[in-house]
């Protein structure tokens, strides 16, 4: 048989060697970004001469669906389109109007919000279910300074509007906390966006790829941020939504909303990862730290059947070991992982 349907039946779903099921796939569309987060693409890496993927190295729309269809016989349920700035690749809303046919999926989209105010509408028409914002600071100056290309506040806040008036919600919007950087600004993230509906994360800085100069020193453990917080605003721990969230939940004790914490660095959570990413080439990962990961791309190509790269797909997974943030160190954050930008965040 050469394709798979929705009438196939499901295999027993595949467990990595740590017990660990496939249920969430990440999928870049593009590894270029009209920001340059000094964290994630820094200009000095990042500048005029770099390589981006050429458009015909990218997957089309109809593999990446095609891709996904495979991947949902393994147990995918949740779907995020990132990038790079998954908004610059154009006429995104197509590849949303596809996947969305499959209204069993959760399918979201993680955006810098710079063209937001513009797609929201076309996003949410085209079956697209809720966003990620990321924001960094409420002060334009700290944010400019970030994003690096001098991009204003203003219009991030603009776009997260236009999301929430769209439907586009609840909105998550996830900061980057880096010390010494924008860390005095999170109170104030949290007093904006309390009591709006919207959930505010707060990320620890991350040593994902090799260009981006991290140190523990500039990490800020969650612990201490939810203190900081808690001593303006009252705040509880929350139940975990469900098995593997990614970011631990706490309540505002007045009742007027939630907030995450992302702590990939003090707090590992690879016990339940259940994460895989696509590549805007069509190469899987099985974690955000990975040095390596397989080319699907060619098999696509060269005219492999559905049940061939299914099979691909389950072994991969199998053979999965990986817990990075468990076994972190100085040194492991040298290694030449993939960036973040390429891999999907
Ligand atoms: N361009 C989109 C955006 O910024 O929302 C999507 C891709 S971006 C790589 C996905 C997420 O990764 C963003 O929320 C970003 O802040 C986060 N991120 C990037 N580099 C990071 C790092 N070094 N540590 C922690 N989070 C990081
Ligand atoms: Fe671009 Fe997102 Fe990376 Fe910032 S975090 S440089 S917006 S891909
Ligand atoms: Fe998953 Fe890798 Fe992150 Fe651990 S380090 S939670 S395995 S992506």
Known sequence: MASLSSDTPAPALVTDTRSRHLRDLRISVTDRCNFRCTYCMPKEVYGRDFQFLERSQLL????????????????????????????????????????????SLDLTLTTNASLLKQKARLLKDAGLQRVTVSLDSLDDAVFRAMNDVDFPVAKVLAGIEEADRVGLNPIKINMVVKRGVNDDAAVDMARYFKGSGHILRFIEFMDVGFTNGWQMEHVVPSRELAERINNVFAIEPAQPNYLGEVAERWHYKDGSGEIGFVSSVTQAFCRDCTRARLSAEGSVYTCLFATRGTDLRSLLRNGASDEQISDVIASIWRARNDNYSEVRTAETAKLRKVEMSYIGG
């Not at 269809?69 to 995104?92: A, N, S, W």
């Open 60 to 103: 089309s729309f109809d593999e990446i669906n095609r891709l996904v269809g495979i991947f949902k016989h393994h147990g995918i349920e949740k779907v995020r389109i990132t990038g790079g700035e998954p908004l610059v690749r154009r006429q995104l809303e197509r590849l949303i109007e596809k996947l969305a046919q499959d209204t």
